[in-house]
């Protein structure tokens, strides 16, 4: 992690924890009332109850985002595997191909920049879906590989394996932007956040005598809190944030095709 993406992700935890120990300096006088040292059952069962509720509904969301997470960048990582493997399968092609070879390399080497020069941008929106519709891209490299002449057994069954991960180069690519277009329900967001307010609010309301440790109770909780709601956040956004999918494989990929010369 660099420095700028450290910085970015310490920054807000540091400023969440700082004005909420100003709140609680601030107001703690003003709220807490004459019996409210002798109300320790009733924070304990509040904190108890609400404290699990909570928990439910964090750790379904936080799973929620890291399974889509994972299904997302398993999805591309196969995307690009069966890219590379229609790729790699041209070898098996009579030498006579040579210029059908080409165009098909061509085609994929348009895709993979496609994908990393308009698509990608385009799935890191969070406020338009994405159309996943075959794209041109896509069809070029149909177009191109129905031209491998299929004279022999030995070629059928190449032209076979190419249609195959053709085939699978199509379903991944729409299964990827179903995934990049999948957002958390608002009122899932939603409930989170009030669930949040409520329980540091419960904290800035509770009796602790001793003020360092009600302030040190108070900043844990509320970073913990944010930490875990900017993970959920950017896990939800994977192309975009501190914790994003990673572009890099495909970057070389792209960048095989345009230095190959063959």
């Keep these: 992690m ?3 993406t450290l910085f970015r992700v ?21 709220v807490q009332y004459k019996a409210i040292y002798e109300d320790i059952a009733a924070w ?15 750790g379904f ?22 890219i590379e493997t229609v790729r790699d399968f041209l070898t098996y092609t009579d030498d006579e191909t040579i210029e059908v070879k080409k165009g098909i390399r061509d085609a994929l080497s348009h895709y993979a920049a496609s994908l990393l020069n308009h698509e990608w941008p385009e799935m890191s929106d969070p406020h338009e879906a994405m159309d996943s519709d075959t794209s041109e891209e896509l069809y070029e490299i149909m177009r191109k590989s129905k031209k ?6 030995a070629d059928s069954v190449v032209f076979s394996a190419l249609i195959d991960n053709i085939s699978d180069i199509t379903k991944l690519r729409t299964r990827r932007i179903a995934l990049a277009n999948e957002r958390l329900p608002p009122r ?14 419960a904290f800035i309301l509770l009796g602790v005598q001793n003020i360092y440790i009600h302030v040190t109770i108070l900043v844990s909780v509320s970073i913990s809190i944010n930490l875990l709601y900017m993970i959920i956040k950017d896990l939800d956004h994977p192309f975009y944030g501190i914790w994003n999918i990673n572009r890099r494989p495909l970057e070389e990929l792209v960048q095989r095709f345009t230095s190959r010369k063959d």
Excluded at 10 to 21: E, F, K, M, Q, R
Excluded at 148 to 153: F, L, R, Y
């Design 2 to 4: 660099d420095k700028k």
């Design 10 to 30: 310490i920054a807000p935890l540091i400023i969440t924890g700082v004005l909420s120990a100003l709140i609680l300096l601030l107001i703690k006088e003003h």
């Design 44 to 58: 304990s069962a509040f904190f108890s109850v609400f404290g699990i509720v909570y928990a439910i509904v964090a």
């Design 61 to 82: 969301l936080l799973v929620t985002v890291l399974t889509k997470y994972s299904d997302l960048s398993q999805v591309i990582e196969n995307e690009l595997n069966a």
């Design 148 to 153: 491998i002449p299929v004279e022999t057994e």
């Design 188 to 201: 899932l967001k939603l409930l989170m956040v009030f669930m949040s307010a409520v329980l540091i609010a």
